[in-house]
């Protein structure tokens, strides 16, 4: 105990990396998958398994079957109609969405709970990534709004995982910090590598942890710099409209150059502000209703 | 106009433009005024959203133009950059044209 109080009084960022992706690699703190979900990661892992086998494993957990279905039908993925059973969602949404979902879905929970405006930013991006991804043919769309989803993901880690470390950063960011160098000092990693760092963990695809680890720096992204631009524009675009709050006051810090890695011109902007407005009306009746379920 | 979720509307409020199914069939009309019936039926067919005329229900977390401008102002407090401008130039325009479209209606 004394160790961990000296360390937070002269901090070694270094150091404090390694205790930092030791944590992660433990998951201490976060709430730990019930056993259907393994036995889901299990099966979905096996090629033999057939979508209709993981579906009515599914429906028979009541409480996962609630988030899914209500997952699918956020304004987000922007279905048409409502989706009613598993299966369908498994459909239009694909397995490797699906299982996201599932393995992420504590999480969720838990930023809905402890930060309604994290999460309203969160769903805001995946909304905004759906629709460029849509624009610019940047194949599945379905997974470029879960990586918007999943985008912060390191943040809500901060916050559950690495708690005592939380009002350091934000003291930090009231003197003035920026908050990706205040989350350096103080953690020695920024949200965005450990959100990453975490997604690797889970085996998520390639696709989606390069986007994430790369949505406040571009330069960091090799293969999926397209992905990385399109979370990284349409962050800026959900704080710009003023959907949710993060740690950023107003606008975080924006590489244009995002544009042209996307080849899109103002009116395309304006086209894709235009696009996402109805969507984020729609997305607040959501994030009401489960407000309203949080305070009763 | 309102655009409203199933679980708002009430029978009597009037639908503001035609009322589709998730295959484009138009299920309800123009100027309808709603029944306990007919939304019983939006549910079981799948239907989402339901514009209707004025404004029938008051949203808390709704703005006013004038609100919804100075908060913009606010977060683009200080910028300089010219791209981000074009974008806050974009968000004026879209907040005007939303509220216009509105107070022609009610
Ligand atoms: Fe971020
Ligand atoms: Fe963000």
Redo the contacts with the bound molecule.
């Keep these: 105990m004394k160790n961990i109080k000296q360390e937070s009084i002269n901090p070694d960022p270094s150091e404090k990396r390694k205790e930092v992706k030791k944590k992660l690699r433990k998951l201490e703190g976060l709430p730990t998958l019930p056993p259907i979900i393994q036995r889901l990661n299990q099966m979905i892992e096996d090629e033999r398994t057939s979508l209709h086998q993981i579906a009515e494993i599914i429906e028979k957990d009541q409480v996962i079957t609630t988030k899914i279905l209500r997952l699918a039908n956020s304004a987000f993925y922007g279905f048409p109609r409502k989706v009613s059973t598993v299966q369908q969602a498994m459909m239009l949404l694909g397995l490797n969405v699906l299982k996201i979902l599932i393995m992420t879905s504590s999480i969720f929970e838990f930023i809905h709970k402890e930060d309604i405006g994290l999460w309203e930013h969160s769903i805001g991006v995946a909304a905004c990534s759906k629709i460029i991804a849509e624009k610019i043919g940047a194949g599945d769309s379905q997974e470029i709004a879960t990586a918007g989803l999943l985008?912060?993901l390191g943040?809500v880690i901060i916050m559950v995982v690495l708690k005592e470390d939380q009002p350091k950063i934000l003291d930090l960011i009231s003197e003035g910090v920026d908050p990706l160098s205040a989350e350096k000092r103080v953690l020695g990693i920024d949200?965005?590598e450990i959100g990453a760092f975490l997604m690797a963990q889970w085996n998520l695809p390639e696709r989606l942890i390069e986007a994430v680890a790369s949505?406040?720096n571009l330069e960091n992204s090799k293969k999926y710099r397209k992905e990385a631009s399109i979370l990284h524009l349409s962050?800026l675009l959900v704080h710009a409209r003023g959907y949710g709050k993060t740690l950023y006051e107003s606008l975080p810090p924006f590489e244009v150059r995002a544009l042209k890695y996307l080849g899109l011109g103002w009116g395309e902007i304006k086209e894709i502000l235009f696009n996402l407005e109805p969507r984020l009306y729609e997305l607040k009746f959501f994030t009401e209703e489960l407000k309203k379920e949080l305070s009763s | 106009m309102q655009r409203l979720p199933l679980s708002y509307l009430k029978p009597g409020m009037k639908t503001y433009e035609e009322v589709y199914d998730a295959q484009g069939r138009v299920l309800c009309g123009k100027g309808v005024e709603l029944t306990e019936e007919m939304i019983k039926r939006f549910y079981e067919l799948g239907v989402s959203y339901v514009t209707v005329e004025g404004t029938p229900v008051k949203l808390p977390w709704e703005k006013s133009l004038e609100e919804e401008l100075s908060e913009l102002e606010k977060r683009f407090e200080g910028v300089n950059d010219e791209n981000l401008l074009q974008i806050k130039e974009i968000l004026k325009e879209l907040l005007y044209e939303k509220y216009k479209a509105r107070i022609h209606q009610s």
Excluded: E, S
Aim: glycine fraction near 0%; avoid cysteine.
């Design positions: 985008h912060d943040r949200h965005a949505h406040h962050d």
